[in-house]
């Protein structure tokens, strides 16, 4: 069973890597990111850990709000995901803001060291999610505040190519342990993990691909990228083929329309020392 975990992570991991160059090409992470951001109610001055903070989405909007007095640390288990974010810290020159490489469910913090621990599009890749979010516990103060995102099912163009994916044989290579498409989903794992006052409520934006081309560029910047490595290379060209076709019958003026939803839910954790998550 650890063997099966690690090689999971490690999946994950190297999945990411590859897709860290160009990784959020439509800007749909950073999109929701703020608005996760905005829902967590960070004041200045605050101690906030985002966890699988890929390049940034939470990471940047969590360090404007927290100000220079404040400290943000994104952690992620990508090393070169890491590496990238870090350049851009250094580029934007901000001292309250820094990321390390780390495994969720094995941070490397002290017990009430966070006000806020946010989690954007992270929680279905963990192997072990009920330890990931004892850790979230652990690291938060009493009264501190939980904040997830994570996909539900939408209008998005993946989502529509549905049947296409299942006929040759992709799903998210793998990657997607946790099926948390639905509110109540998400609720459950939030009020498992023993948050008081939890609430879940979705969000959507669109967003236009120009061209087919950059759709497919959009999705090798992405872990979706993780089910087309699977195929072969003619298999992966009549997929993109079939797909594009898949577009053109729904293009709309000006592109490419691609509706995503998103859930976000929140807790807290309990103020009473005594209160744990649930045996």
């Known amino acids: ?17 590859r897709a860290a160059p160009t990784y ?27 966890v699988a903070a890929g390049r940034g989405a939470v990471l940047f909007a969590a360090a404007e709000c927290v100000g220079p007095e404040g400290h943000v640390i994104g952690i992620d288990i990508s090393e070169s995901m890491a590496e990238a974010t870090a350049t851009e810290i250094q580029r934007r020159r901000l001292s309250q803001a820094e990321i390390r490489t780390m495994d969720a469910e094995k941070l490397e913090f002290r017990p009430a060291s966070f006000d806020a621990v946010i989690c954007s599009f992270g929680a279905m890749f963990f192997p072990r999610l009920d330890r ?19 996909w539900s099912i939408s209008s998005s163009i993946w ?30 794992v939030l009020n498992q993990a023993g948050l008081a006052s939890v609430e879940a409520w979705t969000d959507e934006a ?17 872990g979706m990228r993780a089910g087309l490595e699977s195929l072969d290379p003619d298999v992966q060209s009549r997929f993109r083929a079939e797909a594009f076709q898949y577009l053109r019958e729904s293009r709309q003026p000006g592109g490419f329309p691609d509706r995503r939803r998103a859930i976000f839910a929140r807790g807290l954790n309990p103020r009473d020392p005594q209160t744990g998550p649930p045996r």
Do not use: C
């Open 206 to 222: 669109e967003f236009t691909f120009a061209s087919e081309a950059e759709w497919w560029d959009a999705v090798w910047s992405e």
């Open 24 to 50: 959020d090409q439509l800007g749909q992470f950073a999109f929701f990111g703020r608005r996760l951001v905005e829902a967590t109610h960070l004041t200045p001055g605050a101690q906030v850990l985002d």
């Open 159 to 188: 989502d529509g190519l549905r049947e296409l994916r299942r006929r040759y044989g992709i799903e998210e290579g793998g990657l997607v342990i946790n099926r948390l498409r639905q509110q109540e989903d998400v609720l459950s």
């Open 132 to 150: 990931a979010l004892s850790e979230f516990r652990r690291v938060l103060r009493p009264g501190g505040v939980v904040a997830i995102s994570t």
């Open 1 to 17: 069973m650890q063997d099966i975990t690690l090689d999971r992570k490690e999946h994950v991991a190297a999945v990411f890597g």
